[in-house]
């Protein structure tokens, strides 16, 4: 074998729409690259970004890389939309079927992972700490290490396109057929790897958020004082916890079998693939919950906010997470009814699904019944809310028809399940995402965004995406399978596609109307700073602090009495002024250690996939030494002293 | 375990860091339960699926495991005893007893690293059935979490014996103890599940 | 401004709804799991249409009272009561959790009950003698074998109308699923294993069957016909399929196995009984080469 193992010059692109696809992805680092260059940024980006250990600046960057990979998704979904308009009858349309089925498999690994999950943590990290009222999370380096790996996924998963290809199993890669007799070029490999690297990163923030939320909560906020955002979030890290070592077992031992020759999920040699369908699903069940429930929380915060009343039915609804939450681990066999279990497995499970949309409906009343005797501001996070309600109950109807096993024999891996989980996930995820940043974004960027293109680009979101996933369901009662890259021309569904294609125009234009929202409220963003720290007139305490927050976030720490504490404290009347007392601030010095362990990941991933085992065992070495010189390092803090707080704290409140 | 948690407060300097830190490692200490726990159900499903080939019965030898057990256990004994050296500040007897802890996770490593390739070289190798790829699997990433716990420990020991046991240190054994006696519980798991059901 | 987009977004919807509505109608017949040919098919769509009545028992109410308060609680609207500190009352609240439960009770018993009816394993009662056959998904095509009748074929089945027919289905490559939305819900084929389907169609015509779970890159040519007949022509087409020149053996099975997409219908004349038998065991024993070698090496 060679010194790069498996990688030679056939590994680059051949094909046109690869090798656009991948000259466009250089072209744009490029472009990067010379923006940072001319305007001389690289400092700025490297002392204030990439060796950060800040949660704020951490969750921001989540962010960013999320939006550059939901394009990067999106395309996926315009080559998946043209290839299924026009490839019928005689005409196979802009694409092969081999290329084709990268493509969905991309798209569903990029949407789930870098998509959802990185605006998930993005979110969690902007917020979370400011709302327990606490300075950082529990381990700031660790945090930065967990966005490091997320990169690293994100960045091994990219280069699948420009060297290699990515797997074409689809974004779950059921054995046999990602097995190495079925797959055998590298596909797979690039697949369990960035999953592997990034997941290995939620598995690190699930453990950090815990012990931040049951450890660092602020003086006075007991459990069932916590706003509904930390609960969700409380539940999600429980449920990424329990269910990330499953992912993390589930892809070593796929990888076991295609690089050593195991056998526990070939068809032959006494493996089991049924085993893998079993084990990857009950991580991608509980997966499914890790996104929708901090979602919810957001939910919660806003519509209370802008109802200007407060949450109804505060403890149903941390019940119904909690529900939501043990239910979740007891329902993946509705994944594979179609396996042919037992009538009585088969029950079981079915109506362990439908249980869960009790609490879930519970959760859609209290929220309702918070707008009930409000006095409810229709901006955008409130538009984006409302169609929320309506697209995810109707998705949970679908849901709760194929959780009926004898409906699911019917509809299972058809596009009316394509567009089931679409709904759920656009709906409750992406929206919930987008109302979260809207929400949140003054707090950290110290102004507001415009409302008015806010609002367009929801209504065009609801629309798009009614029109585009509309047609989906009905084409699954059609008996058009999910994944199919030609269709004969007697099944009548190219029409269907065609106004499916027609939605996701509709989409683009509303992603259109969200950058322009971005990019005019940061050139007018003197008209709408937020000097109060408070533009909604919220009611948890990140909104006590000045926007955007100092790096330690508070100046003193918050103590609080009761839910909605920063609401609380705006209506009383008897405010007693005392003198601040000033203590010194421990801070977690920045370090580019996060970031050069990510970088090894990516290398040891790479080395995994192309079988480069010397350069593996060297990276893996490097990161020993890494973590060795993070851990023996004392001097990993600096203090900010009391003067120099109180000097920060008060020209603060004198912008106020 | 409650014992290692009071035993935390005596340490001097105690402080609230340390509590958190302590916690967090619970909380991964839970990760890799659930780790193992996948790997066990993987090895419940497979352990009949020996497609031919021998199973447990006729590959496992009692009296081998049997050694490998007792020097496991008696490292976590002796663990337990350097951690309490250590929080008596007896700089010297952690570094005899943490030895003591090393050697005998060594000489566990090193026999199951012999076991492993007798069996490849006997021509039962992980490729010959899911039974077997599943026992590996099991058997070696408990063998791999040793062999961390191992690195880990010689850095710390010659850390201690060159600067000397400082709070940090303290805590670090304190974490590096909890991990020792968590691979000792999944240790025995392992033993009554693959060995002593595979003898019967 | 504001009226404007609420008028442009209504349009939207309506055109949406009548471009829809106008496909539907024009396809009518391509509907295929709401036109169901036999009888569990009938049954599911049944099925289908209970559950989606009994969950509108909630959704209905909440759509009504989700524009409800939205439209009455606007900002705008300083008339309505205003109840900033209102959170809780737990009879709304029992209301919710109860109702809901009550009718996923309901929905349980359906799925319990179903569950054993529908049940891919279970046979259908008839008086009728069932025809059994055998399918194996191989890359990229089906094979089907008739055992009794002693014929097979490739990407098309026969079967007699108002008859059993059972399935017995594994595959020789990588997972797949048999559906024919017009008769029965999906099943998934696996290699070394067998599962089963039970169908009955009543009446005549061809529908189309195809592969609902990806398998490579010859997956959307999996698609097969099938024609449901009067028991006197299916026992026509039978004599002459047995008649026609192609004969599957082991040896004529090997060609076939090879990877190929979007095979055209092909009929055989079936010479080797334990086939399908053997296409299965082939993944649970292993090659007696190997037995030979291990046995060799242990000495």
Redesign the interface.
Known sequence: MSILGKLSINAFPHDVITLGGAIMMIVAILIGIFYVTYTKRWHWLWSEWITTTDHKKIGVMYIFVSIVMGLRGFADVLLMRVQQATSVGSSHGILSANHFQQIFSAHGVIMIFFVAMGFLFGIINLVLPLQIGSRDVAFPFLNATSFWLFSAGMVLMNASLIIGNFTYAGWLSYPPLSELKYSPGVGVDYWIWSLQVAGLGSLLSGINFLVTIIKLRCKGMTLMRMPLFTWSVFGTMVLVILAFPILTVTLALLYLDRTVGTHFFTASGGGNMMMYVNLIWSWGHPEVYILVLPSFGIFSEVVSVFSRKRLFGYRSMVWAIWAIVVLSFIVWLHHFFTMGAGSNVNAFFGMMTMIIAVPTGVKIFNWLFTMFGGRIKFNASMIYFLGFIFLFTLGGVAGVMMAVPAIDYQLHNSLFLVAHFHTMIVSGVLFGDFIGIMYWFPKIFGFKLIDFYGRVAAYLWIIGFIVAFGPLYILGFMGATRRLDHYPAYTGWQSLFIVAGIGVGIIAIALVFQFLQLIISYIKKNENFDTTGDPWDGRTLEWSTSSPPPHFNYAILPEVESRDAFWEEKQRTDKNVQDKKYEDIPVVKNTPLAMYIGAMACIFGFCAVWHIWWLLALSLLTIIVLIMIRTTDEETEYVIPASEVAEIDKKVQWKV | MESVNTQIQQVPKYDKTDDTIVFGFWVYLMTDCVLFAALFAVYAVLHNNTFGGPDGAQIFSPSYVLVETIALLTSSFTCGIGLISAYNMQKNRVIGWFSVTFLLGLSFVVMEVAEFSHLIHSGDSFKRSAFLSSYFTLVGTHGLHVTVGLIGMLILIIRIYTKGLTKASVRRLTLLSLFWHFLDIIWIFIFTIVYMLGFS | ?KKK?RF??IT??IL?IL??GA??L??GK?????NPKGVI?Q???G??IT??LL??I??VP??V??IY??YK???ENTS??????????PI??II??AI??SI?LV??I???H????????RPINSKVTPVTIQVVSLDWKWLFIYPKERIASVNFIEIPKNTPIDFDLTSD???N?F?V??L?????T???MI??LHILAYDDGIY?G????????????M?FAVQVSSSKNFNRWVKSTQKSGNILTMQSYKQLEKPSSYNPKKLYSLKDDSLFNSIVM?????STE??FM?SD??G
């Open positions: 401004m987009i442009i977004v939207l919807l949406f471009i829809v496909i539907m024009l396809h391509n509907i295929e799991v709401l098919a049954k599911e769509m099925l289908i559950v989606c969950i509108s909630v959704v909440l759509f009272l989700t308060t939205a609680y606007r900002e309505a009561k205003y109840l900033p500190e209102w959170d809780s009352d709304l609240e919710w959790w809901p439960a996923i929905l349980s359906i799925v319990w179903t569950s054993y009816t529908l049940n891919y394993y490559s990588v997972m699923a559906w939305p017009n029965a819900g999906q099943i998934m696996m290699p070394g599962t089963q189309h195809l592969s609902s779970n990806i398998s490579g890159a010859g997956f959307a040519g698609r082939k993944y649970l024993i292993p190997k037995i291990l090496s242990k």
